[in-house]
Nanobody, 131 residues
């Protein structure tokens, strides 16, 4: 199975930057999708960014973070990153890393922006942006 551990959260002023990390277990998989989601107090969990291992490693972003956040993966380190720049107070939330794995290397049928597509979740890391 897959285990995910997030780190890198903290307190930052508006306009600042943070880089979140999601360390995954060393299990070898045929294909995968990795996503970042967030949940603010009193709000539903929402999609932030995702990356897939097929279709040339396409990336996906929520409109609210497009141009400010970047998702990337280091396969050698089994780690997914979320670089967050130009942070705003509305980015304040608990950020979760999620994973979906597949036994086949052929293109998969899934919607990376839907939380229900993922089978594994980390414990979350708090990001607080002050104004």
């Amino acid at each position: 199975q897959v285990q995910l551990v997030e780190s890198g959260g903290g307190l930052v002023q508006a306009g600042g930057s943070l880089r979140l990390s999601c360390a995954a277990s060393g299990r070898t998989v045929s294909s995968y999708a990795m996503g970042w989601f967030r949940q603010a107090p009193g709000k539903e969990r929402e999609f932030v960014a995702a990356i897939i291992s097929w279709s040339d490693g396409n990336t996906y972003y929520a409109d609210s973070v497009k141009g400010r956040f970047t998702i990337s993966i280091n396969n050698a380190k089994n780690t997914v990153y979320l670089q967050m720049n130009s942070l705003k107070p509305e980015d304040t939330a608990v950020y979760y890393c999620a994973a979906r794995i597949f036994p086949s290397r052929t293109p998969q049928v899934m919607s990376p922006m839907r939380g229900t597509e993922y089978n594994y979740w980390g414990q979350g890391t708090q990001v607080t942006v002050s104004s």
